[in-house]
């Protein structure tokens, strides 16, 4: 353990209900800002995850957490949502050195989010029901009616680029449907949820109700298969998230996968370039890129191609690039080295098939750690696979469209459909574009935001179902009816 980070690491260390595991073996989480050691994580076994989802399916049908009341229930979660509104400084810190995030970003967005995601579906613990009923093609006397219950233990798999908000937009649904958890986060950022782990139990969560089962690929994907979960609810890569889907067809397992995006921007010539150029920029930029809705296919009209990408050059050089503890920060670095490699490698292949680059260079990188340059390409081909393909990373391929007809083709020519983005000023242009475009959640004149009252979630190779909304209670919740005969 780094002894400087050792005030506000959380125990390292992972429980099957009240039962601390002796695990055997242990990975390494590194600081993406300067490549040191912050700490030895617990790897776990097969065996191990076995205790924790048996600790789970235990709590399940165990009667301390399945007869408590909805309002017992949500009061719980509002008391978990206050705690971590009380640890939120240090829960910053360790998303923030975690992740590479810029530590006014963890603060200001990231575990407020955290919070917000909670409370909400506090709300709906007891809003959950039934309905009642008439038989409408069978005479007699009967009494009928449709029970909600919860599905049973849930897999939670998350990535890295958003540690606590995207395992919150599980775990806030999953408790308030009743379910148990078991939070598998990402080998790269693993601390804010053994953290979130431990106030779970403070508060006064039932032992394995809340539990978190950390190491790499392969216990993740032996949590997706294992036969005591009932449903996975995964964020991750589409090719992932294939894989899950594929291994749930066995014992029929329900699924919400959240994948992949290559989220298009389309600028009208009308539009405020003041308020567009910006956006526009920290829509792909923000956390490095590293956004599965990010907008990284800019169409823009060939009136205004010119300028527009004078405007984005300038305004991203003004852009600071830095340490993640630096409240100055902007842009931090990328999670690890292969993430780096891997957005080093588009640029090399787009280079190669002669496709230019704006000159960033006046942007200095630390000379230790995981960071990129921005870039923001021209005149990008349709077929380029920069254009195709998600980077993952601060990449702007921008291209220009002659009218709105083109601009639709060719921000639906995409295997993903996670978002759109759309800048106008015309409101007509607005909500025909927005029905035309193949994307879960259209932006107007905005960008990146999310919030726990509307569903979130792709079209095509971007995923299955909806996160956030009422909707998602739906994932999380099974629906039996009883018809019950009145002679």
Not at 401 to 406: A, G, T, V
Request: contains cysteine.
């Amino acid at each position: 353990m780094n002894a400087r980070f050792q005030e506000i690491l959380p125990e390292l260390a992972l429980y099957a209900g009240s039962q601390k595991l002796n695990v055997n073996q242990t990975f390494q989480d590194i600081n993406p800002c300067d490549e040191s050691l912050i700490a030895q994580i617990p790897k776990a076994s097969v065996d191990d995850l076995d205790a924790i989802v048996a600790a789970a399916k235990h709590a399940w049908h165990g009667a301390t957490w399945r007869e408590i009341t909805p309002l017992q229930r949500e009061n719980l979660i509002r008391r978990f949502a206050d705690a971590i509104e009380q640890d939120s400084a240090r829960l910053a810190q360790l998303e923030s050195m975690d992740a590479g995030k810029p530590i006014s970003i963890t603060q200001t967005v990231d575990i407020p989010a955290v919070v917000a995601w909670l409370k909400y579906y506090a709300g709906w613990a007891s809003k959950i029901m039934g309905s009642a009923g008439e038989l409408s093609n069978v005479a007699g006397s009967f009494h009928a009616y449709s029970r909600r219950q919860s599905i049973g233990v849930v897999a939670a798999i998350t990535p890295w680029n958003f540690p606590s908000v995207l395992s919150m937009w599980k775990i806030a649904p999953a408790l308030a449907a009743g379910c148990c958890i078991v939070l598998k986060p990402a080998s790269d950022t693993p601390l804010t949820a053994l953290r979130l782990a431990e106030i779970a139990r403070e508060v006064g969560f039932p032992e394995g109700v809340f539990n978190v089962v950390t190491g790499n690929s392969e216990i993740g994907h032996a949590l997706a298969t294992h036969p005591d979960i009932a449903k996975v609810a995964f964020t991750g890569s589409t090719q992932t998230g294939r894989s899950i889907l594929q291994a749930s067809i066995a014992d029929f397992k329900r699924v919400t996968l959240e994948l992949g995006g290559k989220s298009p921007v389309i600028l009208h010539k009308d539009a405020d370039l003041d308020k567009a150029i910006p956006t526009i920029a920290m829509g792909c930029f923000f956390n490095t890129g590293q956004v599965c809705y990010a907008g990284t296919r800019l169409y823009v009209h060939h009136d205004i191609y010119d300028e527009v990408l004078v405007r984005l050059a300038a305004f991203t050089k003004s852009l600071k690039i830095g340490a993640s503890d630096d409240p100055n920060t902007q842009l931090g670095p990328v999670v690890n080295a292969r993430q780096k490699h891997s957005i080093q490698e588009f640029l090399n292949e787009a280079q190669q098939l002669g496709i230019e680059s704006l000159d960033l260079s006046e942007m200095t990188l630390p000379e230790k750690g995981f960071y990129v340059r921005p870039a923001i390409l021209k005149n990008v081909p349709a077929h380029a696979p920069i254009m195709k393909e998600e980077v993952f990373g601060p990449v702007l391929a921008t291209a220009t469209y002659q009218d709105l007809q083109e601009a639709i083709q060719l921000s639906n020519d995409s295997v993903y459909g996670l978002a759109a983005h759309l800048w106008t000023q015309d409101l007509s242009i607005a909500h025909q574009i927005s029905a035309a475009l193949d994307a879960g959640t259209v932006f107007v004149n905005c960008a990146l935001l999310a919030d726990p009252n509307f569903p979130f979630g792709g079209f095509k190779q971007s995923g299955i179902g909806r996160e956030n909304g009422q909707e998602v209670l739906d994932a999380y919740l099974e629906s039996k009816s009883v018809i019950m005969a009145l002679n």
